[in-house]
């Protein structure tokens, strides 16, 4: 006999990893976690930004994730610049938003002349805005 939780389990678990991705820039395997300026990237839950200028930004949970986010430019998806954010190369700074931790899978769109960054700190969701990317 099958039960609810095993076919709950069997219905959900393709769906959940499903959503879950990775992002990696590197033709080398790291000894150790990236710091800013080196020649990969390596980044969960990670998410582009075409801007309307069309260059590309990337962000996205990095080992470094309790003190923001980081950003990297690109103009064609395959060579990236940075992390280029306007504080040290974060986009977004613990100290200056809201959480004190566990900055997760932020997502940016643009309305207007506002660029949002949704993500999760300290277990919560939250929304930051900013005038550029």
Not at 55 to 79: I, K, N, Q, V
Not at 123 to 129: D, H, L, S, W
């Amino acid at each position: 006999m099958i039960s609810f939780l095993s076919v709950l389990m069997t219905a959900l678990f393709p769906a959940f990893f499903a959503g879950s991705s990775a992002f990696v820039i590197d033709s080398q395997p790291a000894e150790s976690s990236p710091q800013p300026g080196t020649d990969y990237i390596y980044l969960a839950d990670p998410t582009i930004y075409c801007d309307t200028d069309g260059a590309f930004y990337l962000y996205g949970t990095s080992p470094h994730a309790d003190e923001g986010f980081l950003c990297y430019r690109s103009s064609d998806l395959c060579h990236w610049e940075g992390p280029v954010g306007a504080c040290d190369g974060y986009a977004l700074v613990r100290d200056s938003v809201f959480g004190t931790c566990g900055f997760w899978a932020p997502q940016v769109y643009r309305s207007g002349d506002t660029y949002y960054m949704a993500y999760t700190a300290s277990e919560q969701i939250a929304v930051a805005t900013s005038r550029s990317p």
